[in-house]
């Protein structure tokens, strides 16, 4: 699996690219390790965090496909190892 495809952090100081392992976690957290910048969609031009709204966790976790094929047996998906936690989402 491509490194691009397990992670998928988009940050708007990146030029709206997925985080990659280029980029350092120094260049999208702050001191505290929550987001520098906005956090977009990555289908569609909506804002989804505000800056320093949410915090950078490592964990690595698979996400299944939104939409499979039904003759295959295996559930297909994605591994990502980079999130943001919203402690409070009001």
């Given at each position: 699996m491509a490194e691009s495809e397990k992670t998928g952090l988009k940050s708007a100081d990146c030029s709206r690219l997925p985080f990659s392992a280029e980029m350092s976690t120094r260049e999208?957290?702050?001191?505290?390790?929550?987001?520098k910048t906005s956090i977009y969609c990555q289908r569609c031009?909506?804002?989804v965090l505000s800056p320093h709204q949410a915090t950078l966790v490592?964990?690595?976790?698979?996400l299944?496909?939104?939409y499979q094929k039904n003759e295959r047996a295996a559930?297909?998906?994605?591994?990502l190892i980079d999130f943001w936690r919203v402690s409070?989402?009001?």
């Open positions: 999208i957290t702050d001191d505290n390790g929550q987001n031009p909506s804002l490592k964990k690595e976790f698979f299944p496909y939104m559930v297909e998906g994605v591994t409070d989402m009001l």
